[in-house]
């Protein structure tokens, strides 16, 4: 299930941003490589938009351009 919503979240935002040109939804394909929320210099890291605090731990994110 948590998988299905991960796919579904990523795919809608593509779809939203380079089919209906929504240019708002294009943030949520904006990430950084990791999701991982290590502290670095004592700052946590804000979570990939769209996600909770913690939720995406785990997760790479690559993208050809």
Same mark, same amino acid.
């Given at each position: 299930?948590? $998988?299905?919503?991960?796919?579904?979240?990523?795919? $809608?935002?593509?779809? /939203?941003?380079?089919?209906? #040109? #929504?240019? %708002?939804?294009?943030?949520?394909? %904006?990430?950084?490589?990791?999701?991982? #929320?290590?502290?670095? /210099?004592?700052?946590?890291?804000?979570?990939?938009? @769209?996600? /909770?605090?913690?939720?995406?731990? @785990?997760?790479?994110?690559?993208?050809?351009?």
């Amino acid at each position: 299930m948590v $998988l299905n919503n991960t796919n579904k979240h990523f795919t $809608l935002a593509m779809m /939203d941003c380079h089919l209906k #040109q #929504q240019l %708002d939804k294009c943030e949520y394909l %904006d990430l950084s490589s990791s999701s991982n #929320q290590v502290a670095v /210099d004592g700052k946590t890291p804000k979570p990939w938009k @769209g996600f /909770d605090h913690r939720y995406s731990t @785990g997760m790479n994110w690559h993208m050809s351009k």
